[in-house]
């Protein structure tokens, strides 16, 4: 029997059993959208995970004071003096800077206004190298300015959305993002906990959800120098002797994923020297991605065993189609293999007919994944949905192989019809 007209059987058979298509047609879709929204996602997080890595840095590491540790009293804790240590010693490094923030007790006044409950960062000029994904208008601090412990500052705009998510209009809006997106603040003069600073730059973010940066979610408000910071806002950040300032973190960057052992060894030989104590811990940045990327993988799994439950109950279907067309089409069988149809004829018939159902699931299911992504990716703080043309392909095949596989018992027992008695059914 020609291909041709094997198809045409089939979707005439397809065509006068509605009911009974459309159930095994919807199963198959459901886990064919599945499947595409788990291929969406992994690829989605693979992107991301290239994007995040270049703008950190591929040899990115962050030392921090280690958590709920008890201090023998020996060591100041993290101080700017540490991260000069470490650019001094290893001045092949790409990225070497600070970090220290006030959080809380600073009062900004602007032409007679006052506002409260802003975030204060201290860091250094390489503070740029990596994470930049800003808009600068104006200028950064050098390092002019933080050898001078300068009163200058870099403003940081809020970002706004490309896409607003429904949740985030229950968002409030800070004080100080109300005060900077209405305001052109460059050049302008601030008064920052009774000093007053001069805002050299502006830096806009991109939309919070077209955000490339892993973490982005504690941005500051206001860059001034770390020596600045130390200086002029010794709140809870001053060190029991009252001299430095203890540091949140020292950002760096070797500059080569290859260095991040040797470097890692080297800094944690530095510091214990200059610490007298391991009260501190190195972290690489890519731990941290892939924990998260590990429990978004969790999501990915749960989302491709759901389809294949579907894609399962789907060919299970498909095998009960394909055995109820065998017991009403016994006699029709017989008639064939009687005018000189061959038994791998009649396996065809069945499996063409599995497999266009597979095609019809595989293409809605489609649909619906693209459908479904767009409607998660709109409802979710960051969604990393993204696929390709060979995604929607390989779901297709995927339904119509199922479809096909599930159907190939029935359709040998087909073939294996006796045709004198297949004549003799009713």
């Known amino acids: 029997m020609l ?37 969406a996602q992994t690829h989605g997080m693979q992107v991301a995970t290239r994007r995040a ?15 709920n540790y008890v201090s023998r009293g020996l060591s100041p804790g993290l101080t700017l003096a540490d991260a000069d240590a470490i650019r001094m010693a290893l001045p092949g490094l790409y990225m070497v800077y600070p970090r220290v923030g006030n959080h809380g007790g600073a009062q900004l006044v602007y ?46 705009e809020p970002p706004g959305w490309y896409k607003k998510p429904w949740w985030a209009t229950w968002w409030r ?15 302008k003069h601030l008064r920052l906990k009774d000093h007053d600073f001069i805002v050299i730059g502006v830096l806009l973010p991109p939309p919070v959800d077209l955000d490339p940066r892993w973490y982005h979610w504690d941005e500051p408000d206001i860059l001034v120098p770390a020596t600045t910071l130390s200086r002029f806002f010794p709140d809870e950040n001053q060190s029991a002797k009252g001299m430095t300032t203890r540091l949140d973190d020292i950002e760096i960057d070797t500059g080569d994923e290859r260095t991040v052992n040797e470097v890692k060894r080297k800094v944690e030989r530095l510091l214990q020297q200059r610490h007298r104590e391991i009260d501190f811990e190195i972290r690489d940045q890519r731990q941290s991605i892939q924990e998260e990327l590990n429990e978004t993988q969790r999501y990915v799994i749960a989302g491709l065993v759901l389809g294949a439950i579907a894609l399962f109950a789907g060919g299970i279907g498909i095998m009960n189609v394909t055995l109820a067309a065998l017991f009403s089409r016994v006699k029709e069988i017989g008639i064939r293999r009687a005018l000189g149809a061959s038994k791998a004829d009649i396996l065809w018939q069945f499996v063409i007919e599995a497999a266009l159902l597979g095609l019809a699931g595989g293409v809605a299911g489609v649909g619906l994944g693209l459908a ?12 990393l949905g993204s696929m390709t043309w060979y995604h929607l ?19 040998w027992k087909a073939a294996q019809l006796d045709p004198t008695e297949a004549l003799r059914s009713d």
């Not at 950190?56 to 958590?67: E, N």
């Open 3 to 39: 291909i041709r007209e094997s198809i045409r059987t089939a979707v005439r058979e397809i065509g006068a059993h509605k009911l009974r298509s459309s159930l095994s047609f919807s199963a198959l879709a459901v886990g064919a959208a599945s499947i595409l929204y788990t291929f």
């Open 53 to 67: 890595i270049e703008l950190q840095g591929p040899g990115r590491m962050s030392v921090f004071a280690k958590s």
């Open 111 to 156: 032409d007679g206004q006052t506002i409260e409950g802003f975030y204060v960062q201290g860091v250094g000029p390489e503070w740029r190298k990596r994470d930049w994904v800003f808009q600068l208008r104006g200028r950064f601090f050098d390092e002019r300015d933080v050898r001078s412990a300068a009163r200058v500052c870099v403003v940081v």
């Open 173 to 187: 809006e800070r004080p100080f993002h109300r005060f900077a997106k209405r305001r052109d603040l460059l050049g």
């Open 372 to 383: 479904g992504t767009a409607y998660l990716q709109r409802n979710a703080e960051r969604d």
């Open 393 to 411: 392909t390989a779901v297709i095949v995927v339904g119509v192989v199922a479809s096909a596989a599930f159907s190939v018992v029935p359709a």
